[in-house]
């Protein structure tokens, strides 16, 4: 549901940075040309393309083991993207996952691609706002986002609607890029082309709002210098070499070079930094 003026403007400036039109047809073609059956494909097979985050299935593991995830859980992913993280938590840890994005062409890659390794009874995907989930009050375990905050003006409604859809108790886990001290993003980014689309805060902004909408922060991680070694790790073995067929570089389109340059340099010059953060419901007083 879009609400008015500013926020659905930007809401379809977000859609259409994310949308290629064409992006199931592409991904499938890619499977096939990295030499992958697709009638006996795993989720960890996808994992190069649809793990839309810094650090990829690693980071979403590394999350999971944090918040102690387990089967039977219900999860709601914000921002799903084409799914990875979803059938990630699935496949590996027994979850129940619904999933929530705004770009509808990545929501129906996102049931396709699930549909295709099996994992439809336990995953699916609806297109709509993080700003107005599609979920009564206290529905989930688990909510989890990664990666999908930069993308939002109205943080502390985000966060706010985080807690109204987690149970008392519940589990809220963040993976983001949040501002760091060395001024303006270089854009394009993977996740925006300019100010209109990207609103980072601090980490002690995020703090604030985490607590301010009623959530007890239970870890606090720096991740940063992971990044930039990954980071560094992916532009060397690129350094000269063909674009491998199934990456990332599918899902952000022609400006693939520069916004994975920009990334490195905003990382090297402290213009973002990541965190891992969870955080727990509070009980009402
Ligand atoms: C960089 S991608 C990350 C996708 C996924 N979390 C992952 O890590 O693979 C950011 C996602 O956030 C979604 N998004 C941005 N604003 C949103 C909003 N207001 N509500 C729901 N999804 C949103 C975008 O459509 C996009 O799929």
């Known amino acids: 549901m879009l609400t008015c003026g500013k926020t659905a403007l930007c809401e379809e400036k977000v859609r259409s940075h994310y949308t290629r039109h064409d992006l199931l047809s592409r991904v499938l073609s890619a499977l096939e040309n990295a030499g992958k059956n697709l009638s006996d494909l795993c989720p960890a097979d996808l994992a190069p393309v649809d793990e839309f985050h810094i650090r990829g299935r690693k980071a979403t593991l590394e999350l999971a083991h944090a918040i102690k995830l387990g ?20 496949a590996e840890f027994g979850c129940r996952v619904d999933g929530i994005d705004l770009t509808e062409e990545y929501c129906h890659v996102a049931g396709a691609l699930t549909e295709l390794v099996g994992l439809s009874p336990l995953v699916t995907f609806h297109c709509a706002d993080a700003l107005h989930m599609p979920y009564p009050d206290g529905e989930f375990d688990v909510v989890w986002t ?9 943080k502390d ?6 807690n109204r859809v987690l149970r008392p108790g519940g589990v809220l886990a963040i993976y983001d890029i949040l501002a760091g001290e060395g001024g303006d993003v270089h854009f394009p980014v993977p996740w925006s082309r300019g100010l ?5 805060i601090t980490p002690d902004n995020l703090r604030r709002l ?3 909408a009623g959530f007890e922060i239970t870890t606090w991680q720096d991740t940063t210098d992971a990044a930039l070694v990954w980071f560094r790790n992916v532009m060397r073995t690129r350094n000269g070499a063909d674009i491998r067929p199934l990456g990332l570089h599918l899902l952000m389109g022609d400006d693939f070079e520069v916004m994975t340059r920009n990334q490195l340099r905003n990382l090297e010059e402290d213009r973002i930094v990541l965190y891992q953060v969870t955080a727990v419901k509070q009980a009402p007083a």
């Open 71 to 90: 089967k039977g859980m219900s999860v709601l992913d914000v921002g799903s993207g084409i799914g990875g993280p979803s059938r990630c938590l699935a």
């Open 157 to 162: 409604a985000l966060y706010r609607e985080m």
């Open 210 to 212: 985490l607590e301010e």
């Open 146 to 154: 990664q990666h999908t905050a930069m993308n939002i003006f109205e």
């Open 196 to 200: 209109d689309t990207s609103f980072l």
